[in-house]
């Protein structure tokens, strides 16, 4: 079974097209990952205790269909790839509505760091092995550091 959560769509969640904006998108997405990673263990005491944090490298979306609010929201979550070490990670996101039709997707990719060195970082022991033993999409795949570089973005700096 697939993790989800449901979401209300509010005033504030609204563009000036008066449907779903894009920040509203990726709050419930986040949200949505941080349940799920709660409800697995990596709660905020033990992301603490490890001196460990999760970031997004990206996040693409896919649009469908518009939401307007009114009615309900699912955001599910699925574990869509992982490095060995745990230290790269996939997650995909789908939006349905209250009757089930999938209106968005979303692929996005992160890693771990370290809160201490602010590098990444691979899991080890226990947390290693919970990230080893999430429940897996049907598409699942190894991660490797190329897939994280995959669209070979490079920063350019002004000066």
């Known amino acids: ?72 929201i699912k955001v599910s979550v699925e574990v869509a790839g992982m490095s060995e070490d745990g230290m790269f990670f996939e997650f995909h996101h789908n939006f349905y509505t209250a009757d089930g039709k999938n209106v968005a997707h ?19 022991g226990e947390l290693l092995d919970k990230f080893m033993h999430f429940e897996r999409s049907p598409d699942f795949r190894i991660l490797t550091k190329e897939d994280t570089r995959k669209f070979r973005k490079l920063p350019k700096d002004l000066a």
């Open 1 to 72: 079974m697939t993790y989800s959560k449901e979401f209300e769509v509010r005033w504030s969640d609204l563009d000036a097209n008066r449907h779903m904006a894009n920040s509203a998108y990726t709050n419930f997405m986040s949200h949505t990952r941080m349940a799920f990673l709660m409800e697995m263990g990596f709660d905020h005491k033990t992301l603490v205790k490890h001196h460990i944090g999760p970031v997004v490298f990206y996040e693409h979306m896919y649009y469908f269909k518009e939401v307007f609010p009114g009615k309900p």
């Open 106 to 124: 979303c692929e996005m990719m992160g890693g771990w760091i370290s809160l201490e060195t602010r590098k990444l970082i691979g899991l080890e």
